[in-house]
């Protein structure tokens, strides 16, 4: 059965912007300063993940112990680095489609929110210019419940003023689709049917992807 889509609700890294790479470069410095090998393949593993997690998976990778002040001044080295890399972002930053997308759902009046886990999130859609096409930003700053928990999304949907089932998750990492089911809301996968097969519909990128063909795919 159909429901009518009145909502939008998007991840950020991975689907409006590629900033897993910055994210990358900065951990690897890190890595690299505990004497710890940490490869691209290895940083997959930190997509949609919160920074203390992503810290831990690294030390987990080369067998190394911290205190927790240890940590902390590594996640501020990683961040202040990543930090200076984001703001130095352009429009050019924004993935292919995804800003034709956002324009196409303003054009229909489904509203928009974003549901990403970063912190930084702030920074990244004003030196973009994305956060003109949101309505509500949902980030870091304001949930304390990692995905696959839906506190992100559900305070998006409540942002928009919509249950959630009148939304639509867009995520590229399986986390977030399981966040997107527990919160009652469609999920569109942007990636691989390996690691998203639970999204409603899926799209490797969201190139030539129309808000008509989505609708479509997700009634069928
Ligand atoms: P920050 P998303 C996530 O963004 C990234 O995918 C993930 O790699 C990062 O660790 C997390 O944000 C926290 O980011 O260190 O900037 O607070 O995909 O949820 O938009
Ligand atoms: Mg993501």
Not at 14 to 33: C, N, P, R
Request: with cysteine.
């Amino acid at each position: 059965m159909s429901r009518e889509i009145k909502g939008v609700l998007f991840d950020l890294d991975g689907v409006l912007v590629d900033t897993a790479k910055y994210h990358f470069i900065a951990w690897k410095q890190l890595a690299e300063s505990l004497g710890i090998d940490f490869t691209e393949s290895d940083n997959e593993r930190l997509k949609g993940v919160s920074r203390l997690a992503s810290l831990e998976i690294i030390l987990s990778i080369g067998n190394v112990s911290l205190s927790d002040t240890e940590k902390e001044a590594a996640m501020k080295t990683k961040n202040d680095n990543y930090v200076a890399m984001i703001s130095q972002m352009t429009p050019g930053g924004i993935l292919p489609g995804a800003l034709n997308l956002l324009m196409e759902l303003r054009e229909a009046g489904i509203k928009t929110a974003l549901g990403s886990a970063s912190k930084n999130a702030p920074i990244i859609l004003e030196r973009t210019g994305l956060g003109e096409y949101l309505d509500s930003v949902v980030d870091g700053n304001r949930t304390s419940r990692a995905k696959p928990d839906p506190e992100v999304f559900l305070l998006g949907a409540s942002d928009l003023k919509l249950n959630p089932e009148e939304c639509v998750v867009f995520e590229d990492a399986e986390a977030g689709i399981e966040a997107g089911i527990a919160g009652g809301m469609l999920t569109v996968g942007i990636g691989s049917a390996e690691q998203l097969g639970k999204a409603d519909a899926l799209y490797p990128d969201l190139k030539g992807v129309s808000w008509e063909m989505i609708k479509k795919e997700l009634a069928g």
